[in-house]
């Protein structure tokens, strides 16, 4: 069971570039989360998606873009990258009901030059 | 505008009890969790609270006053393990979560 996975680990990107994160759960979780977490900021959720074929603004929504084609993936586009989105990017998921805990993958590194 | 307010850092011995506060302002409220976070790696669920009052899970409690927009997450016979920063989480909506900046506790031997 490998629960929530991403991809890529790390990843250094030219400015300008367009860049997609991929986030993958097998926990059958209907909700699902990108967040950034930059030094001294903590976590700051990107995008969120409650169920397959519906996603929603976060707190700092601009410059991303997210799909839920799926139960299982959620992946994160950044269509022009900029050297402020140099940041760690965690996915999570819950599954949407009661505690709503969230379950965070392992996630990616990136660095915009 | 929305914040969470917690310490930066907080340092403890071995074997003691140690409380990390969280004041949160923010426009809803459903709950408020608890994650910790050792360096490089993932956040992991520690506790919720959706009602006022204690809720205990092993070593760790937390606890939670709405009409004073606070909680704390009690650590208590602490291990050179739970060396970590550790988030506070307010859920405004069902799905929407702004977290606390973080408090890095060091475990000392």
């Known amino acids: 069971i490998a629960g929530i996975t991403q991809a890529p680990t790390s990843q250094i990107l030219a400015a300008g570039r367009r860049m997609t994160l991929r986030c993958t759960q097998d926990?059958?979780?209907?909700?699902m989360y990108w967040y950034r977490q930059d030094l001294g900021l903590g976590l700051r959720l990107i995008h969120y998606?409650?169920?397959?074929?519906?996603?929603g603004k976060g707190e700092v929504p601009d410059g991303y873009s997210v799909s839920r084609a799926n139960t299982d993936d959620f992946p994160l586009t950044l269509a022009s990258a900029v050297p402020s989105q140099t940041s760690v990017y965690f996915c999570?998921?819950?599954?949407?009901?009661?505690?709503?805990?969230?379950?965070f993958g392992p996630g990616t590194r990136l660095t915009v030059l | 505008g929305q914040s969470l307010e917690q310490p930066s850092e907080v340092t403890a011995v071995e074997g003691a009890i140690v409380q990390i506060n969280c004041t949160y302002q923010?426009?809803?409220?459903?709950?408020l969790s608890w994650y910790q976070q050792h360096d490089g790696g993932a956040p992991t669920f520690l506790s919720y609270?959706?009602?006022?009052g204690l809720e205990e899970t092993g070593r760790f409690s937390s606890f939670l006053s709405r009409s004073d927009s606070y909680g704390y997450l009690l650590l208590q016979e602490l291990q050179m393990k739970d060396s970590a920063s550790y988030f506070c989480?307010?859920?405004?909506?069902?799905?929407?979560?702004?977290f606390g900046t973080g408090t890095r506790l060091k475990v000392l031997a």
């Open positions: 998606s409650n169920t397959a074929g519906t996603t």
């Open positions: 926990m059958r979780h209907n909700a």
């Open positions: 609270n959706a009602l006022d």
């Open positions: 989480a307010v859920a405004e909506g069902t799905y929407k979560y702004i």
């Open positions: 999570a998921s819950s599954s949407g009901t009661g505690v709503n805990e969230q379950f």
């Open positions: 923010t426009s809803g409220f459903y709950g």
